[in-house]
């Protein structure tokens, strides 16, 4: 009768459990920001983050403006290509990759440029643990895909 009632209970239990992920909000469906208020939010992130001045703040906004602007290019390109369903040979996928480096070490000397030694230090070390997270994300995202392609093909 114990085991019985126990079962029932982890049952109950896990059905309960199952249904809270449909009451959250799913990420396509939750408000999105515009560029201008993300950029706001990461400005003001990284003040707190790195205590910036008010020279240093107005040196990050037009470099966090700059970024953005890149990255939407770079998504509409993407998504251009998507679209299309066109390969990239693998000379523009190292000229990407190239272009997307000599970006990031521009950005880089920029930072230290701007920032103290010891905010450098912060800024590097939370980019650094931020593109961690942002890759265990990508391959969480994969690894779906592929379950996916292969529930397809059955």
Request: proline residues 1%; charged residues 40%.
């Amino acid at each position: 009768m114990k085991k019985l009632i126990i079962a029932a209970l982890l049952v109950v239990s896990m059905t309960s459990f199952a249904q809270d992920r449909k009451d959250m909000p799913k990420r396509a469906e939750m408000e999105k920001f515009t560029p201008e208020q993300r950029n706001q939010l990461m400005l003001k992130k990284m003040t707190l983050e790195l205590d910036l001045s008010a020279k240093q703040q107005e040196q990050m906004k037009s470099i966090i403006a700059e970024q953005t602007a890149k990255r939407e290019s770079r998504m509409n390109e993407w998504k251009a290509n998507k679209d299309t369903d066109s390969k990239l040979s693998s000379d523009e996928r190292f000229a990407r990759k190239s272009q997307m480096l000599d970006e990031q070490i521009a950005m880089k000397a920029k930072m230290k440029t701007i920032l103290s030694a010891d905010q450098f230090e912060k800024w590097d070390a939370m980019k650094s643990k931020h593109h961690k997270r942002g890759s265990h994300r990508m391959h969480k995202k994969m690894d779906h895909k592929m379950d996916h392609k292969k529930e397809m093909q059955k």
